[in-house]
C-alpha cells in the first residue's frame, strides 16, 4: 500500500543552492531516511546524505525537516499529515559541504580542546570503585551520539560569531560528565567559565527540547555547572537566573 | 588523462590504520603509544563506525559477579560456542587478556555500569557460563568508540575523515602504503607507510536483511585479497536470532541479546516457550530443562541451570526459522520475544532504554506491555583476513588485520560480547606487531607510479564512463543474490546457483556508472563498494559450497550435523595468479595439550582445579 508523497530537498554546495521537488513512493513504516534513499537509488544518485547506522545510534543524519533539527533515520513518515509536503535541508549551524552534508569538523576541534579524564590513582587491589548512584548523572551526558542537533538549535552557535566563545550545549555535556566523574582528579572551572563560555548560554532550553537522546542539558549539565562557577567566581548572570527562575542548588 | 604522481597529495608514516571503530582506534593508540608515526583513516567521521552501534556489552572474566569465572572457563565456553573451530591460541589470548584491556577503558573514561561493591557490573548472555558482559545499558559499543575516541585525539595520531582507502601499494612482496580519496573533495590522497593495519569489519551489506550499517561492504576483506593475503573462514556469517521483522523498513534492526541475559523469553503464536524442543546435545546438560529450573536460574539461584533461550545464536536461529517454517510463526514471519511479562516496566527501561525507545520510535510497540516481534538477521563475520595469532600479520610482509575483518578468534560461531573484547584484544596486538615489523625495517618500502596510476583510473573510469549500470541497483541484485543462494541455510544447488549469480553480476559491474562529479558522491561511493563486496560474496559462497558438513553458523541442507573430519579443516580463498579466486581446505594447527584438555573438560572438573590447573596464566 505505498502512496505518493512530495518532498523538497535542497541541492547545492557551498556556492549555493535551491529547492527541488521529487515525488516519490512511500511505504508504511518508512522513515524519512528510507525515503531520500529510494530518491537516491532511483531519481539522484549522487544526493549527497551522511547516515551510518539507520538505528537513532551514530547521530550521522542529522538534518533539518520542515524546519526542525531531526534524526532522518529515527523521522517515521506518518508524522507528518497525509498531504503535507516534507522540506529537507542540511543543518544551518554549519557549512554545507553538498546538498544534506554539513562540514561538522568545529565539534572535533572544540572537542579536542578538553582535557582527558585525569584518573585518580587506583584502589590498592588495582580496581577502581565508582557507586551507580554517583555515576548516574555521568552517564546520562554519555548517552550523547553527537548529532549535533543542540548545537545546530542553540542560537549562540547559529550566530556564527559565537562558535568562538561558546562550545554550544553538546561540549557543556562533555565538560560536565568529566567535571562530575567520580574519578576525575581536574579542576575544569576555571576554563569552563573562560575558554568554553559557559556564561553565553541563557537557559533557552532550545537544546534540551531537540536532543534525541532526551538528555536534560540545560538543567542536569549546564545550570550546575554555572552554578559550580558562580561558586567560585559569583557570575551575577546565573545570580539572576535563579533569582528569577527559582532554579535550586544541587549538592 | 596523464597522471603526475608527484602532484598528488602525499602522506608519510609508519603506521597507517584503515578503520576507526574499536580495533582501529585500539590498533593506533598502541602503535602510537610504541613511538611511531601513525595515520587513522575511516570512511565516516569519528565516532561513528559500526563499534557505536553496539548494545549488549564486552566479555570478559573478571569475575566481579560470579568469582567462579576466570579466563579458563570463558575460553571453554569460547571454544564450545566456535564449535571446536577457532584458533585455539587466539581464543586463549583473548580469554587471558581481555579483563585487562577492558580496566584500561576506565582510566580513559569509561563508565560502565557498576556492581553494589563499585566494580564493574556484568550481565548474563548467550553461551557464557557466568555474567561476564561489561556494559552500559545496551549502549556499550557508544560508550567503547567515545572512550577511545576521546582518548585517541590527544595520542599525537592523524585522523583523515570520510577518508576511503581504495588500494594497498606495495613493494614487491611488502606492503607499502594505501590510495585513498577524500569524500568531500573528491581527491586521492597518496599515504605511504611502513605497516597498514586493517580493521574495516564485516560485510553484511550483501544481504537485504542485516543490523549492519552502510560501511559493511567487505573493504578489507577485498584490499587484502587483491594484495595476495588470504582470507579464512567466509562460510561462517553469523545470523543474529533477533532482529526487528516489522515494520518492512526497519527488518534486521538488531534488538539485542541483552533482552534475553535479562530474562525475555522466545514464543511461537501459540504461546509456547518453544526453545526446550531445540536443545542440542553438547549443552543439553548445562541448560534447564524445565520452566521451573529457567524460572528458578532468573531469580537468581546459582544450581539452577541457564534457560535454553540463552543457547548460542547459531542455535536459536535456527530454531525461529523452524517455528516459521512450520507454520508457527509471528504475524509477520517471526517469533515473539517477550520480557513484558517477565520484568518490571521500570526494570525494562532501565537496563534495556535502547530497545525500549527502538521499538516505540520505529514500530509504535510498548515493549514493557507487549511482545516484541523478533526473526534472524544477517549480523557478523567470523571469517575474514587470515593472521598470525601473536602478532596479527598476514601472509603479506607489513599488512597486519584485526576486529571484525580479521579471522580466527571465534571459530564457526560467535559468542555475544566476544567481539568488542575481540576488538580491545587484538587491536591492541595489531598496534604491537605492526611497530615491531616497522621498526625492524630498513629502508622504507616505495610503491612505484604505475600501482597508484592503475587504481586512480579504476576508480575515476566509474565517473567517466558515458553510461552504464546504476550501482545501487545492482547492489540491491546482489543482496537477492545472496538471501536466495547463501542464507541461513544452504545447500548445493543454490549455492552454485548464488556463485553464478555474483559471477554474472561481477561482469555487469565491470560497466558501473556514477552520475555527478567527484565531491562527496555516494553514488560513485557506492561503484567503489561494490568490487569489494562481490569478491568478499563469491568468497563466501565458495567457502560455504566447499564446507560440506553444518557447523556453527553454517547450515547445509545436505550435510545434517557436525562432521568430525572437517573439524581438522579451514577454508582458505586466494586470488591465483591468473586472478581467479581460489579455495582451499588448509590443516588447522594444533593446541597445545592444556587447552585441548580444558575446552574438553567436565566443567565441573575445571572447577574443582581436577582439570587445568596447571595452565600458564599469561
Ligand atoms: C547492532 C549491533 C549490535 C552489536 N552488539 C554487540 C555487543 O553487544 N557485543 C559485541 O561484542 N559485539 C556486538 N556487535 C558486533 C560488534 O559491534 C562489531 O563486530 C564490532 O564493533 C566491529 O568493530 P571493528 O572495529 O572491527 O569495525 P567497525 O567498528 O565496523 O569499524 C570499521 C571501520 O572501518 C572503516 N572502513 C571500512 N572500510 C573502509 C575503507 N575502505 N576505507 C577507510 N575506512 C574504512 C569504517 O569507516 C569504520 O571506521 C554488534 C553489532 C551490531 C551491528
Ligand atoms: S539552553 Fe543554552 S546551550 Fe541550550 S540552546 Fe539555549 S543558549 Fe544554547
Ligand atoms: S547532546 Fe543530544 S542533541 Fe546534542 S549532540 Fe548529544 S545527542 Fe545530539
Ligand atoms: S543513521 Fe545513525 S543516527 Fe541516523
Known amino acids: ?66 524546519g526542525r533539527p531531526r534524526l532522518s533515520c529515527m523521522t517515521r513518515m506518518n508524522v507528518f499529515g497525509p498531504d503535507e509536503t516534507i522540506t529537507v535541508q542540511p543543518l544551518k549551524a554549519f557549512p554545507v559541504i553538498k546538498d544534506l552534508v554539513t562540514d561538522v569538523s568545529w565539534n572535533y576541534r572544540q572537542n579536542k580542546r578538553i582535557r582527558p579524564l585525569k584518573p585518580k590513582p587506583r584502589d590498592a587491589d588495582g580496581e577502581h570503585r565508582m557507586y551507580q548512584e554517583d555515576v548516574d548523572r555521568v552517564q546520562e551526558f554519555r548517552k550523547c551520539i553527537e548529532c549535533y542537533l543542540c548545537q545546530d538549535t542553540c542560537h549562540v552557535l547559529r550566530d556564527r560569531g559565537g562558535q568562538d566563545r561558546f562550545v554550544g550545549p553538546r561540549f557543556m555535556i562533555r565538560l560536565a560528565s568529566l567535571e562530575m566523574h567520580p574519578l576525575d582528579a581536574d579542576d575544569r572551572i576555571p576554563e569552563i567559565r573562560k575558554e568554553f563560555g559557559s556564561g553565553m548560554c541563557n537557559i533557552t532550553r532550545c537544546c534540551t527540547e531537540v536532543c534525541p537522546e532526551h538528555i536534560n542539558i540545560t538543567d542536569n549539565a549546564i545550570i550546575p555547572l554555572k552554578e559550580r562557577v558562580v561558586d567560585r567566581y559569583f557570575d551575577p548572570i546565573v545570580y539572576l537566573g535563579q533569582k528569577l527562575f527559582g532554579i535550586s542548588k544541587r549538592r | ?163 576511503t582507502a581504495l588500494r594497498l601499494l606495495k613493494d614487491g612482496e611488502r606492503v607499502a602504503g594505501v590510495l585513498a580519496y577524500y569524500r568531500e573533495t573528491g581527491r586521492f590522497v597518496l599515504i605511504r607507510s ?189 571469517g575474514g583476513v587470515r593472521v598470525d595469532a601473536d602478532t596479527q600479520m598476514t601472509r603479506v610482509p607489513g599488512l597486519f588485520a584485526c576486529g571484525e575483518c580479521g579471522a580466527g578468534m571465534h571459530g564457526a560461531n560467535r559468542l555475544g560480547g566476544n ?13 604491537k606487531g605492526a611497530a615491531d615489523y616497522a621498526r625492524s625495517l630498513g629502508a622504507s618500502p616505495r610503491a612505484d607510479d604505475e600501482q597508484i596510476k592503475v587504481a586512480i583510473r579504476g576508480a575515476t573510469e566509474i565517473l567517466n ?10 547492489h540491491e541484485k546482489l543482496q537477492d543474490v545472496m538471501e536466495e543462494g547463501v542464507g541461513i541455510v544452504r545447500a548445493e544447488d543454490e549455492l552454485k546457483q548464488g556463485i553464478r549469480g555474483i559471477e554474472e553480476l561481477g561482469e555487469r559491474a565491470k560497466n558501473m556508472k556514477a552520475a555527478g562529479t567527484s565531491q562527496y558522491n555516494p553514488g560513485w561511493h557506492e561503484a567503489l563498494s561494490m568490487r569489494s563486496l562481490l569478491v568478499t560474496a563469491e568468497a563466501v559462497a565458495r567457502s560455504a559450497l566447499m564446507r560440506q558438513e553444518s557447523r556453527g553458523a553454517h547450515t547445509r541442507l545436505d550435510y545434517e550435523g557436525e562432521r568430525d573430519e572437517w573439524v581438522k579443516y579451514n577454508i582458505v580463498c586466494r586470488k591465483s595468479p591468473d586472478g581467479h579466486m581460489e579455495c582451499e581446505k588448509v590443516l588447522r594447527p594444533p593446541a597445545a595439550p592444556y587447552l585441548e584438555e580444558i575446552a574438553n573438560s567436565k566443567i565441573e572438573d575445571l572447577e574443582s582445579g581436577k582439570v587445568g590447573a596447571a595452565a600458564p596464566n599469561d
Open chain 1, 1 to 66: 500500500m505505498s502512496t505518493t508523497r512530495k518532498f523538497k530537498i535542497w541541492r547545492g554546495d557551498a556556492q549555493g543552492g535551491d529547492f527541488k521537488e521529487f515525488d516519490v513512493d512511500v511505504d508504511p513504516g518508512m522513515v524519512v531516511l528510507d525515503v531520500l534513499h529510494r530518491v537516491q537509488a532511483r531519481q539522484a544518485n549522487d544526493l549527497a546524505i551522511r547516515w551510518n547506522c539507520k538505528a537513532g545510534k551514530c547521530g550521522s543524519c542529522s538534518m533539518e525537516i520542515n
Open chain 2, 1 to 163: 588523462m596523464s597522471l603526475d604522481i608527484s602532484e598528488l597529495k602525499t602522506i608519510e608514516t609508519d603506521i597507517t590504520v584503515i578503520g576507526a571503530g574499536g580495533a582501529g582506534l585500539r590498533a593506533a593508540i598502541e602503535s602510537s603509544a610504541q613511538g611511531l608515526k601513525t595515520v587513522v583513516l575511516s570512511k565516516s567521521l569519528l565516532g561513528k563506525a559500526h563499534t557505536v552501534m553496539a548494545e549488549g556489552g564486552m566479555a570478559a572474566a573478571m569475575g566481579n559477579v560470579d568469582k567462579r569465572d576466570n579466563w579458563k572457563v570463558h575460553f571453554r565456553d569460547t571454544m564450545r560456542g566456535g564449535k571446536f573451530l577457532n584458533l585455539w591460541r587466539m581464543a586463549e589470548l583473548h580469554a587471558k587478556q581481555a579483563p585487562a584491556r577492558v580496566k584500561e577503558l576506565e582510566e580513559w573514561g569509561a563508565v560502565f555500569d557498576r556492581t553494589k561493591e563499585g566494580l564493574i557490573s556484568q550481565r548474563n548472555f548467550g553461551g557464557h557460563r557466568y555474567p561476564r558482559l561489561a556494559h552500559v545499558g545496551d549502549r556499550t559499543g557508544l560508550e567503547l568508540i567515545r572512550t577511545l575516541q576521546d582518548h585517541g585525539v590527544h595520542q599525537g595520531i592523524d585522523f583523515l575523515m570520510e577518508c
Open chain 2, 194 to 382: 611502513r605497516a597498514v593495519i586493517l580493521a574495516t569489519g564485516g560485510a553484511g551489506k550483501a544481504w537485504r536483511v542485516t543490523s549492519n550499517s552502510w560501511e559493511y561492504t567487505g573493504d578489507g576483506t577485498y584490499l587484502a585479497y587483491e594484495a595476495g593475503a588470504e582470507l579464512m573462514d567466509l562460510e561462517f556469517t553469523q545470523f543474529h536470532p533477533t532482529g526487528m521483522v516489522w515494520p518492512l523498513s526497519v527488518r534486521g534492526i538488531l534488538v539485542t541479546e541483552g533482552v534475553r541475559g535479562d530474562g525475555g523469553i522466545l514464543l511461537n503464536k501459540d504461546g509456547k516457550r518453544f526453545m526446550f524442543d531445540y536443545v542440542p546435545e553438547r549443552f543439553a546438560a548445562e541448560t534447564a530443562d524445565t520452566v521451573d529450573e529457567a524460572t528458578r536460574w532468573l531469580n537468581g539461584d546459582k544450581n539452577a541451570r541457564r534457560p535454553p533461550e540463552l543457547l548460542t545464536r547459531d542455535v536459536v536461529a535456527r530454531s525461529i526459522r523452524a517455528e516459521i517454517k512450520a507454520g508457527r510463526g509471528s504475524p509477520h514471519g517471526g517469533a515473539f520475544l517477550d520480557i513484558a511479562s517477565r520484568r518490571p516496566a521500570d526494570f525494562i527501561k532501565r537496563r534495556l532504554p535502547g530497545m525500549y525507545h527502538q521499538f516505540k520510535e520505529l514500530a509504535e510497540v510498548d515493549i514493557t506491555k507487549e511482545p516484541m516481534e523478533v526473526g534472524p538477521t544477517l549480523h557478523y563475520f567470523m
Open chain 2, 419 to 431: 567481539s568488542l573484547s575481540d576488538l580491545i584484544v587484538f587491536g591492541t596486538l595489531a598496534g
Open chain 2, 465 to 474: 564512463r558515458e553510461s552504464g549500470e546504476n550501482p545501487y541497483l545492482l
